[in-house]
């Protein structure tokens, strides 16, 4: 079965350092991705996908992910991050029957 | 683009009683429409996919006479929680994929208290 992992419950960052969020997914062939971000009490934001091509994506606020097949992994990345980030951070994956799979997420805290 | 829409964005109800949550796209035909539910602090669980015109398709343990899902138009999905009970309260999140897109947008989601 198709399953996304995030191995990271909560991460805590001080504002201004980069940022790496892991995930893995467990698919057998080439999944869509996608990360969305949630801040409390709120709806999902889509933060960037990748569906095929080049392998680094760009996505808002300063985001960017990478698709490593040999790894099984879309890693989400900041150069650096900025108090407004913290929320909760969902990477999922679509199987290809319509529906999302989501991890678990993780919480990212910004440290002064 | 791609704005989806629910109300109400909070009810607080009482046992026994029917809520409806609607959601909307703002800006694009959907033909498919997600209902999750989310407890506090976990992940989104997917309750059911609905598309335009058709019966809705219900995820493993999700009671589809509890929740009646309607997706009546292009643009507009309801979930009614009927005779709702204290362990219905929730986090009820809806997304909507256009027309030949994979890429599904959330609603800002609607708490649900029942008392």
């Known amino acids: 079965a198709q399953s996304v992992t995030q191995p990271d419950i909560h991460i805590t960052v001080s504002e201004g350092a980069s940022l790496e969020l892991r995930c893995n997914y467990s698919?057998?062939?080439?999944?869509?991705l996608f990360w969305y971000v949630q801040s409390p009490g709120q709806g999902l934001q889509l933060l960037l996908k990748?569906?095929?091509?080049?392998?680094l994506v760009q996505g808002i606020k300063g985001f960017e992910a990478e698709f490593k097949r040999s790894q099984s992994s879309f890693n989400l990345r900041k150069p650096s991050v900025h108090w407004s980030d913290a929320a909760e951070y969902f990477c999922?994956?679509?199987?290809?029957?319509?529906?999302?799979?989501f991890g678990t997420g993780t919480r990212l805290l910004v440290s002064p | 683009g791609a704005v989806v829409s629910q109300h109400p964005s909070w009810v607080i109800c009482k046992s026994g009683t029917s809520v409806k949550i609607e959601c909307r796209s703002l800006?694009?035909?959907?033909?498919?429409m997600f209902w999750y539910r989310q407890f506090p602090k976990q992940s989104l669980m997917l309750m059911a996919t609905?598309?335009?015109?058709?019966?809705?398709?219900?995820e493993q343990g999700v009671e589809k006479d509890k929740f009646l899902i309607n997706h009546a138009s292009l643009t507009l999905s309801t979930l009614t929680v009927t005779s709702a009970h204290p362990e219905d309260s929730s986090f009820y999140i809806c997304?909507?994929?256009?027309?030949?897109?994979?890429?599904?947008?959330f609603g800002p989601g609607t708490r649900l208290l029942v008392l």
């Open positions: 698919y057998g062939a080439t999944p869509y």
């Open positions: 999922a994956v679509n199987t290809g029957f319509q529906k999302l799979v």
């Open positions: 997304s909507a994929r256009a027309i030949a897109q994979e890429t599904q947008y």
């Open positions: 990748y569906f095929s091509g080049d392998t």
């Open positions: 609905s598309n335009e015109g058709s019966k809705a398709t219900y």
């Open positions: 800006d694009f035909q959907a033909t498919t």
